[in-house]
């Protein structure tokens, strides 16, 4: 797929007509957006924009863009969004940047949710939610040779795929507080950040949106979290003293009561005892975890979610579970070692995928209830859940 992503960026490079970089359109008006300063700006109202595309041929004379390979900087690059564009007498703030969303097989699949590390999502097809002027604009998540990027105060929202892909990308400059900031999904997903500071004011982090950062920190104000925002690639994590949110026990990230668990980072232990205060487990809550054996002293969980104990390669077993309505997709793909999962008395259901890879432990279904026929496979490219 990495191939296919190159390829397609040099098929634009060539086969799209080039003109002067200085005679590019550098204050343009078109319908609701307009260039200005190379950057293609959509207006969202109330004096604020989002900026949508880069021009190509300046991003590329500047340093910021490498369409020929997966961003390899030889030379420090730095990326500044602006705060406020000014543009036919008027002053705009820039407030956010958009989605760029996955094609349509990536939303109709689960697969997402067993991330590999170092994944590039080159199957991430990032589509822009509007046209770009006549072509001649690169998604601003096409910096894949920039090294720093500054992200100013007027931000408040950071879209999914937004800084994917910035394969070069080794520090983020925030403001210091923000008055209202939510990151979308897989925000920060392939790149060579070492840590991140989240900033005060963020409200919400949305799924995988840090990739696998290893050093983590997290503010007070943090409300939400999605999934997968910590992960097993995660060496070191922290949150602001008075976070009324979350916390973190043995290197597992709790809600503040206990009753929710969203996820282990590299340093939580081999045995894990799940304590009677979980009532719920998040998707790839232990994916890819170096954890043995997991014991639940809440013998009726609901149900083992998506991906929640996938690709945990050294996990041999599982104990204390009487009453599961569900196994998910893929909850145990991958865990080439697991022996049993300890014989539930009521089992209302298994998912696709959700033991392929495994030994194929035993499991006793409740009443009528059924297993897919796809429970101990895994799904091919293509195939319908």
Known sequence: MKKIFILTLMLIVFFVPSYNVMAAKQSKTKNDAFWE???????????????????KDYAEAKGYCDPDSSGKSKKKVAFTYPAT???DGKTYKLTRLPDYRSSDYFEKH???????????????SLKLNRQ?????????????AVTKITIPDTMEYI???????????????????????????????????KSIK?????????????????????????KKIGDYVVSAYTDKISIATGNPKF??????????????????????????VISSKVREIRSCAFTKANIKTVTFKNKFISRIPSGAFADCKKLTEVKGLKEIKRIDYAAFAGCSKLKSIGNPKV?????????????????????????NKYAYEKPELGSEE
């Not at 109202?45 to 900026?51: F, H, I, L």
């Not at 910035?166 to 520090?171: K, V």
């Open 37 to 55: 300063n190379y950057i293609f700006y959509h207006i969202i109202g109330n004096g604020e924009v989002e900026a949508i595309a880069i021009d």
């Open 85 to 87: 564009i000014k543009h």
């Open 110 to 124: 689960d697969l997402k949710i067993i991330p590999n590390k170092g994944q590039s999502f080159n199957y991430f």
């Open 132 to 144: 770009i002027d006549d072509g001649n604009g690169w998604p601003l998540n096409y910096l894949n």
């Open 159 to 193: 879209g999914t795929g937004s800084l994917a892909q910035c394969y070069s990308l080794e520090e983020v400059d925030f403001a210091k507080k923000y008055d209202y900031l939510t990151f979308g999904d897989y925000v920060f997903v392939s790149n060579k950040l």
């Open 198 to 222: 989240i900033p005060e004011g963020t409200y919400k982090l949305g799924t995988m949106a840090l990739g696998i950062i290893p050093d983590i920190s997290f503010p007070k104000s943090l």
């Open 247 to 272: 916390k973190i026990t043995d290197g597992i990230l709790y809600s503040k009561d206990g009753s929710v668990l969203y996820s282990a980072s590299a340093n939580a232990p081999k045995n894990i």
């Open 347 to 371: 089992l209302y259901g298994v998912s696709k995928a959700a033991f392929w890879d495994t030994k194929k432990p035993a499991i006793k279904l409740y009443g009528k209830a059924k297993m």
